[in-house]
């Protein structure tokens, strides 16, 4: 569980997120959602500590983040796992070495233990014989999945992952929302997810939060949001024609 309570952040004169608070569930995915410029990144990199608060307190489980030193901050480090936009792999590096990288940074294993950790995880994520190819000679959901086993090389409590599906065509986003998916309650973590997917959210939308101008505008599951009665929610979610349809079809029925 992340719990954020009256998170304010500015860049100048710019307030980009004004009085967030809010709970992510273990366990579940918890989708973060919104237009462009809406907030949503800023939000995502400053709970995972990328960006510091100008004010308010992110809470992991019982744990108070800015009440802990260096030390214990590098540990509690060592507990989340993220999936940036695009992977982000080394392109001079082998898979192997990518995946490789959280534990030559924040452990003491041994290189045996870690080449046993980095099989595990390339089998988790339906990957075999690709240690030594280079992110090059992958596909985009190769690499996907080479960027997910590298988040989980920790065996992650949390789990962040932005726009995962960014890039991807859409059997293979598919596949990448499912898998996060299995992964987030096999492990019981708390994975929270910056997209602006709606496929994803009607998927895999165990919450979601809708960014508006740096505020939550709403908050709700992937079965309420059919229902939301929230102007700018619907104005983004159902912004095609077709989406316009299967909401009046829900409506109706």
Same mark, same amino acid.
């Given at each position: 569980?992340?719990?954020?309570?009256?998170?304010?952040?500015?860049?100048?004169?710019?307030?980009?997120?004004?009085?967030?608070?809010?709970?992510?569930?273990? %366990?579940?995915?918890?989708?973060?959602? %919104?237009?462009? *410029?809406?907030?949503?990144?800023?939000?995502?990199?400053?709970?995972?500590?990328?960006?510091?608060?100008?004010? *308010?307190?992110?809470? =992991?489980?019982?744990?108070?983040?800015?009440?802990? !030193?260096?030390?214990?901050?590098?540990?509690?480090?060592?507990?989340?796992?993220?999936?940036?936009?695009? $992977?982000?792999?080394?392109?001079?590096?082998?898979?192997?070495?990518?995946?490789?990288?959280?534990?030559?940074?924040?452990?003491?294993?041994?290189?045996?233990?870690?080449?046993?950790?980095?099989?595990?995880?390339?089998?988790?994520?339906?990957?075999?014989?690709?240690?030594?190819?280079?992110?090059?000679?992958?596909?985009?959901?190769?690499?996907?999945?080479?960027?997910?086993?590298?988040?989980?090389?920790?065996?992650?409590?949390?789990?962040?992952?932005?726009?995962?599906?960014?890039?991807?065509?859409?059997?293979?986003?598919?596949?990448?929302?499912?898998?996060?998916?299995?992964?987030?309650?096999? =492990?019981?973590?708390?994975?929270?997810? !910056?997209?602006?997917?709606?496929? $994803?959210?009607?998927?895999? *939308?165990?919450?979601?939060?809708?960014?508006?101008? %740096?505020?939550?505008?709403?908050?709700?599951?992937?079965?309420?949001?059919?229902?939301?009665?929230?102007?700018?929610?619907?104005?983004?979610?159902?912004?095609?024609?077709?989406?316009?349809?299967?909401?009046?079809?829900?409506?109706?029925?």
């Amino acid at each position: 569980m992340i719990k954020l309570t009256h998170i304010w952040k500015s860049f100048g004169e710019q307030s980009v997120l004004k009085d967030i608070s809010t709970v992510f569930e273990k %366990g579940k995915a918890n989708l973060i959602i %919104g237009a462009s *410029g809406s907030g949503k990144t800023v939000l995502l990199k400053t709970i995972f500590g990328l960006h510091k608060a100008d004010s *308010g307190d992110i809470y =992991y489980d019982t744990t108070l983040f800015s009440s802990l !030193n260096p030390t214990e901050q590098r540990l509690l480090r060592q507990q989340m796992g993220i999936l940036f936009q695009g $992977s982000a792999l080394f392109d001079f590096a082998t898979v192997e070495e990518n995946i490789r990288f959280p534990m030559d940074f924040l452990t003491d294993w041994s290189i045996e233990q870690k080449r046993e950790r980095v099989d595990f995880c390339l089998k988790r994520v339906n990957l075999s014989n690709v240690q030594r190819l280079y992110p090059s000679e992958l596909s985009g959901g190769m690499q996907k999945r080479v960027g997910i086993a590298r988040a989980i090389a920790l065996n992650p409590k949390y789990l962040f992952c932005d726009e995962p599906n960014s890039g991807l065509d859409p059997q293979t986003a598919i596949i990448i929302d499912e898998l996060i998916y299995e992964i987030t309650q096999e =492990y019981q973590m708390t994975t929270i997810i !910056n997209t602006h997917d709606m496929n $994803s959210v009607m998927a895999i *939308g165990d919450k979601l939060i809708f960014i508006y101008k %740096g505020e939550i505008a709403w908050e709700g599951t992937k079965d309420e949001v059919i229902y939301a009665d929230c102007a700018t929610l619907n104005d983004f979610v159902f912004a095609s024609k077709l989406a316009r349809k299967v909401k009046e079809m829900h409506t109706i029925s």
